[in-house]
């Protein structure tokens, strides 16, 4: 099985222009450049599409809208960063012991404390040995 071949945009606008160009056929060009004529009359269509959005200025207009965005999001990551660092060096400043009886308070006000000693109690059981045996 052969792999997808992709050609890169430099490549595709060179052979768009020389097909809008006209000095070979679409079919002499794909022998050219070992590739199906198809591609080619794409390359082409899109080729010429695009050229309108040169000229009208509202690529410009996008643009600006980008930079604006990219702005926003940018404020917003910073934002996101100030309170995970925050947030997270206030934990870290706990000693281990501290955030385990916070979390263990946390587990015993919920309706989970059960399953916890639940578990627990497996745990326990599965680790414990067999009567009769010793190391």
């Not at 000229?55 to 999001?73: H, T, W, Y």
């Amino acid at each position: 099985m052969t792999t997808r071949r992709r050609f890169t945009a430099e490549f595709k606008a060179k052979v768009a222009v020389e097909a809008i160009r006209g000095e070979l056929t679409v079919s002499e060009l794909a022998r050219k450049h070992s590739i199906h004529p198809n591609l080619i009359a794409g390359w082409k269509r899109q080729a010429i599409d695009g050229m309108a959005g040169v000229f009208d200025g509202k690529a410009s207009e996008r643009d600006q809208g980008r930079e604006v965005e990219v702005r926003e999001l940018h404020a917003k990551i910073g934002q996101l960063v100030i309170e995970r660092d925050f947030f997270g060096q206030g934990l870290r400043s706990l000693s281990h012991e501290r955030r385990r009886t916070m979390v263990d308070a946390d587990i015993r006000g919920s309706r989970l404390s059960g399953n916890v000693s639940f578990c627990r109690l497996r745990a326990r059981r599965s680790t414990a040995r067999p009567a009769g045996r010793t190391r």
